[in-house]
């Protein structure tokens, strides 16, 4: 009798503890982690006096590229993950990449350097990837992202816009074409 009193009082006491267990980590089991992909072509700007090869005086010229519109869909991705824009914790930028679709033989020697800078309506420019030595003989391209912005209020926008700023040491081939690869990494809550 008491054997069995024992017993059911172990059990008892296991159920109470797996119970409480579950009742203290329920918010860990709804966080979730996604990479969000997005891709779009850009055309590298003329620089004056655009001749294809020419050598540009000693140091190179800055270069900036005029913003790009992205649509984010974030909506899409907020219903597809079943969350909210409150629940969003964070949304950082987990790489960027360039790639020279055109003209054939193109590649990044006339770059010295690239940044990578995002906005978004009524949210700052903000530096977000770079790369500063660049290889040469390179179609593709890859920044080092700067992980530690939180990039959510963009995200959570219709509409964010990239911008590349580039130092050249070269003029390349005119109407030279790219590929922007961005993924964006969101940490967020599930609704209920």
Known sequence: M???QIAAITVAAMVFI?????????ISNLDFNVNIPYSQQVTVPQVAGDTFGVSLPAGGVALSFPAVAIATNSQQY???????????INVD???FALQILSPAGQNFDFLDSVQLYISAPSQPEVLVAY?????KGQTTLNL?????INLK??????TIYIRLNTHVNAIPATGTQLNTYTVFHMLADLLG
């Open 144 to 148: 080092n992202p700067i992980t530690t």
């Open 131 to 135: 790369n500063y030595n660049i290889a």
């Open 153 to 158: 209020n963009y995200f959570i926008t219709d």
């Open 18 to 26: 797996l119970q409480s267990c579950i009742k203290i980590n329920p």
């Open 2 to 4: 008491i054997m069995r």
């Open 93 to 95: 930028l987990d790489s």
């Open 78 to 88: 907020i219903s597809q993950y079943n969350t909210s824009a409150d629940k969003i």
